[in-house]
């Protein structure tokens, strides 16, 4: 009983025949030597930095509406949204983020970048990379942009692409849903995203059904003291001392408050205090990183980490108005959290039409963060989030036996193999659109 359900469900996931999808393999290899390559090429010379991404935008926009699709540009500062109604059916979104890192390529290759800008940050000129592989998500999204539009007659609804700005800084897709997105160009029932991984071998498609990316909060803890001289402690309230207790207690939310089986990441990075030898300073800084992949481990933390703080400062005899003081960043994001139902929706389509030796799930080793969630929570919207392997086989087999290791993303070595990349990233992509609204 239980596999003929399994069938049933298998075959009202499917897209389309095995023909049709040789079909769109052989469309997006065409399309990929004719026009693709030039522009994955272009893209990865000219990477540009968070917030800044202007020439990309507009490039953006010009592809997009050369394939048929209504454009509106600034969007959220340099987004771009496109969108392509082709009769009723579902709205489905499908973003890409478009920024580079502030990173001197050494990767070697022939198309290295040797671009600078002017830092948003610092002021300062810098080098410009795409260390992540975001030159392959905005090619990919042209190259589903070109394939959709030619291919009206095989899909109903209406597609919403994004091109998102600032996605290294967390801050493009907060800005989008600032600048009223939904209320301009309407509410997606679904939204898609891929990512491409330096650590997948090339063509494979990683999906789970949980949360493929964590949540990331950005924590300041300040620490109130009284200052005294060094050489008369009991005058004083020593913030450093106070600051090494809660650091310490820290450690214990994860490992003795968060289930075994639960993940979590407390990490302090910055501990400032202090300007000279012999003197106890009246305050201290922590800045903290937390990770998390549930809201109820978010919760957990985050609560965890005022309380420990706070009660801390109580242990050490301060007063309430000088109890450490706990903020928690705009800046944060929370997890990447696929939607069960819909994941193992596709999962089986690309299952069935690319292969189902191509579709893994491999849990991600880190705790690695992303700001798409900003798309699929406040109104909530059933979400996807999948990695498409850039990196060739050969490569882990030399790296197994003692070669070069793999670069990881944001390496000045990081490098992809651009065409199985960027073409498993239009396949994947058109069939996920396809199994949602090719029912025309």
């Not at 997948?200 to 109130?224: C, Q």
């Amino acid at each position: 009983m239980k596999k003929t359900i399994l069938l049933v469900v298998a075959v009202a996931a499917s897209c389309c025949s095995v023909n049709s999808f040789a079909e769109i393999q052989s469309s997006v290899a065409d399309d990929y030597e004719s026009y693709l390559a030039g522009l994955f090429d272009h893209f990865h010379r000219n990477p540009e930095l968070s917030l800044i991404e202007n020439q990309t935008a507009a490039r953006m926009a010009q592809e997009l509406r050369a394939a048929g699709f209504e454009v509106t540009e600034g969007v959220g500062g340099t987004g771009v949204v496109a969108m392509m109604q082709n009769g009723e059916g579902p709205m489905v979104m499908m973003r890409a983020d478009m920024d580079g890192l502030p990173v001197e390529e050494k990767s070697g290759l022939a198309n290295a970048s040797v671009a600078t800008q002017t830092s948003p940050i610092t002021g300062n000129v810098v080098p410009v990379m795409h260390a992540c592989g975001h030159d392959v998500h905005i090619t990919s999204l042209v190259g589903t942009a070109r394939y959709m539009s030619s291919h009206k007659n095989g899909w109903s609804g209406t597609l919403m692409l994004l091109v998102q700005p600032a996605e290294e800084r967390a801050l493009g897709a907060r800005a989008m849903k600032e600048d009223d997105i939904w209320g301009r160009f309407g509410t997606p029932d679904y939204a898609l995203a891929f990512h491409v991984s330096s650590a997948d071998e090339v063509g494979k498609i990683n999906i789970t059904e949980g949360s493929p990316y964590a949540g990331a909060d950005t924590v300041d803890i300040v620490i109130h003291g009284v200052g005294a001289h060094g050489a008369h402690p009991h005058r004083g309230k020593d913030p450093i001392v106070l600051g090494s207790q809660i650091v310490l207690a820290l450690q214990t939310l994860v490992a003795r408050e968060l289930s075994p089986r639960d993940p979590g990441v407390v990490t302090v990075g910055s501990f400032h205090a202090g300007a000279k030898h012999n003197i106890i300073s009246d305050q201290a800084h922590l800045q903290l990183t937390v990770r998390s992949t549930s809201e109820e481990t978010r919760k957990l933390l985050l609560e965890g980490i005022e309380r420990i703080a706070v009660n801390m400062g109580r242990v050490a005899g301060l007063p309430d108005d000088k109890l450490p003081e706990v903020t928690i960043s705009e800046e944060s994001v929370p997890p990447t959290i696929n939607n069960a139902a819909l994941a193992r929706r596709h999962k089986i389509a690309w299952s069935e039409q690319i292969g189902a030796e191509q579709v893994v799930d491999i849990p991600t080793k880190g705790m690695g963060a992303e700001d798409f969630p900003f798309f699929s929570v406040d109104p909530a919207i059933k979400s996807v989030y999948w990695s498409i392997g850039g990196t060739p086989k050969e490569d882990f087999e030399r790296e197994a036996q003692g070669g070069a290791p793999v670069p990881s993303h944001h390496s000045p070595l990081f490098k992809i193999s651009p065409e199985p990349a960027v073409r498993r990233g239009v396949e994947s992509t058109v069939v996920a659109l396809m199994t949602l609204m090719g029912d025309k």
